[in-house]
């Protein structure tokens, strides 16, 4: 069994404020290919915030990009979200994704449970 699980948010931010998300995945893990972050506000669809590869090419939804800073520590299986500038149209709850191999022949796609992110004065 492979498990993401997410940390850092819960918090009430207010605007211009910042937050670090993190994220770990533990379990039957071969090997880890692309990680990402997305987000799903109330009434909206999930949408992609950033992602990264495993050779550390990152990608950032337009809305997010310089304020937003996706990263991962290889050897920990951990991938971090760190907001900056934040604004209320930020505010979701954030996903953890990645595209795990728990063999050499099987890859599939594993979500965190979620965390809340919300800005607000």
């Known amino acids: 069994q492979v498990q993401l699980v997410e940390s850092g948010g819960g918090w009430v931010v207010q605007p211009g404020g910042s937050l670090r998300l993190s994220c770990a995945a533990s379990?039957?893990?071969?090997?880890?290919?692309?990680m990402g972050w997305y987000r799903q506000a109330p009434g909206k669809e999930r949408e992609l915030v950033a992602t990264?590869?495993?050779?550390?090419?990152?990608n950032y939804a337009d809305s997010v990009k310089g304020r937003f800073t996706i990263s991962r520590d290889n050897a920990k299986n951990t991938v971090n979200l760190q907001m900056n500038s934040l604004k209320p149209e930020d505010t979701a709850v954030y996903y953890c994704?990645?595209?795990?191999?728990?063999?050499?022949?099987?890859?599939?796609?594993?979500w965190g449970q979620g965390t809340q992110v919300t800005v607000s004065s």
């Open positions: 994704n990645a595209q795990i191999s728990t063999t050499p022949l099987f890859t599939s796609a594993y």
């Open positions: 379990g039957s893990i071969f090997s880890i290919n692309a």
């Open positions: 990264i590869t495993g050779r550390g090419i990152t």
